[in-house]
């Protein structure tokens, strides 16, 4: 992002620029509320932000794609609710820094960014953390990453009204060139595995589906209240905790219960599957478990749609070895993992499908790891 679009926005040059990547989720989704494991990896779609220190309270907010200012408000009266739209995000994480001791001082700041809105691809994770990098650095205070990751996840939670886990800001903060991130999200350790894949003559396709992903109409909210419904009636203190699905099965009289309980025990057990085949080097053998991901996801999370499930039926009739839905489901992506030498003939085989069903032509992007959080340029 050019420093032109701030000088042309506020007058004055930033003092900072910050980056911040979007992620894919290989596997693990669903259970980061959980307790549980995710394997996601950072991409090179990224939130960037510009900023400048003000000697006021007050935050401006622009984004470079338009020409007025989004939002304007005192620090010193910021509260949830008091901005809605995108806008939501950037001063809610002011909001959660101010929280956690952080002097945020007020800041005009420019933000623009590459990661699909709507795709399933963590654009507000993104957005969330290069604000929260840019504003420590103009505060002149310094934080963990893992603190850094859990005041974004606050904002999105406390501020925004989502009620994300905290996968999507760990993997946006801790991302590592060539390696998926395994994070134990109770323990909040994270542990980075090689993940090279064109060494292998592999490629993970992302297949956007251009449907948009909603969060906030209330069925994520109600997988996690029910997911919280079971441990209580199961007595363990998250699903993460179930040690005999079997048994957990018969201890609980509702179905759909019983299915969302089934989703998350046999995910955490897919995660950790797909990383002892990727520590034994067999990368093609994760295929089978990535569609088993996504058939659990379809018929027992029920957070799949038509487009996530022509895109994996076909990208699968087109040679892929796995594939599956990605993020929190009700539209955005899926991922495909195939040869690289059959990736042109995969999105052939999924844009006719799509016109086919009378859908939108999908979108792709080929996801490589890349590095988590830091400074613009």
């Known amino acids: 992002m050019s420093t032109d679009a701030f000088v042309a926005a506020f007058g004055r040059e930033p003092d900072i620029g910050w980056r911040s990547p979007g992620r894919v989720n290989l596997i693990g989704e669903?259970?980061?509320?959980?307790?549980?494991?995710?394997?996601?990896?950072?991409?090179?779609?990224?939130?960037?932000?510009?900023?400048a220190r003000r000697a006021d309270r007050v935050l401006r907010i622009v984004s470079a794609r338009a020409t007025d200012v989004a939002a304007e408000v005192d620090l010193g009266t910021l509260a949830p609710g008091a901005i809605d739209g995108w806008a939501a995000y950037v001063a809610g994480t002011a909001w959660a820094l101010q929280g956690h001791g952080v002097d945020?001082?007020?800041?005009?700041?420019?933000?623009?960014?590459?990661?699909?809105?709507?795709?399933?691809?963590?654009?507000?994770?993104?957005?969330?953390?290069?604000?929260?990098?840019?504003?420590?650095h103009l505060a002149g205070a310094d934080l963990p990453l893992a603190t850094v990751a859990l005041l974004a996840q606050k904002a999105e939670n406390d501020f925004v009204g989502v009620p994300c886990g905290v996968m999507d800001q760990f993997a946006s903060t801790h991302?590592?060139?060539?390696?998926?991130?395994?994070?134990?999200?109770?323990?909040?350790?994270?542990?980075?595995?090689?993940?090279d894949l064109a060494t292998e003559g592999l490629t993970l396709v992302v297949i956007d589906t251009r449907a948009p992903h909603r969060l906030v109409d209330g069925e994520y909210a109600a997988r996690r209240a029910s997911c919280e419904q079971a441990s209580v009636l199961l007595g363990v203190p998250s699903l993460r905790d179930v040690a005999d699905l079997g048994t957990a099965m018969s201890m609980l009289d509702d179905h759909v219960l019983q299915s969302r309980v089934r989703h998350v025990v046999t995910e955490n057990q897919r995660v950790l599957?797909?990383?002892?085949?990727?520590?034994?080097?067999?990368?093609?053998?994760?295929?089978?478990?990535?569609?088993?991901?996504?058939?659990?996801?379809?018929?027992?999370?029920?957070?799949?749609?038509?487009?996530?499930?022509?895109?994996?039926?076909?990208a699968l009739r087109a040679g892929a070895y796995g594939a599956r839905m990605t993020g929190g489901g009700f539209g955005g992506s899926a991922i495909a993992l195939v040869e690289t030498a059959q990736t042109e003939s995969l999105r052939?085989?999924?844009?006719?499908?799509?016109?086919?069903?009378?859908?939108?032509?999908?979108?792709?992007?080929?996801?490589?790891?890349?590095?988590?959080?830091?400074?613009l340029g």
Do not use: K, M
């Open 104 to 136: 945020v001082p007020g800041a005009d700041l420019l933000v623009d960014g590459d990661v699909p809105r709507g795709a399933g691809l963590s654009s507000s994770a993104a957005l969330e953390c290069a604000v929260a990098g840019a504003l420590l």
């Open 30 to 51: 669903h259970t980061d509320y959980n307790d549980g494991f995710v394997l996601p990896l950072a991409i090179p779609r990224e939130a960037h932000v510009l900023a």
């Open 175 to 195: 991302g590592r060139a060539g390696h998926l991130l395994l994070l134990d999200t109770r323990s909040l350790e994270p542990r980075h595995i090689p993940f």
């Open 273 to 314: 599957d797909v990383v002892a085949l990727l520590e034994a080097g067999d990368v093609r053998g994760i295929g089978p478990l990535l569609t088993a991901s996504h058939v659990s996801l379809r018929d027992d999370y029920e957070v799949s749609s038509v487009e996530l499930d022509v895109a994996v039926d076909s």
């Open 348 to 375: 052939v085989a999924v844009r006719a499908a799509f016109a086919d069903a009378g859908l939108d032509e999908p979108a792709f992007l080929d996801a490589v790891p890349v590095d988590g959080y830091g400074r």
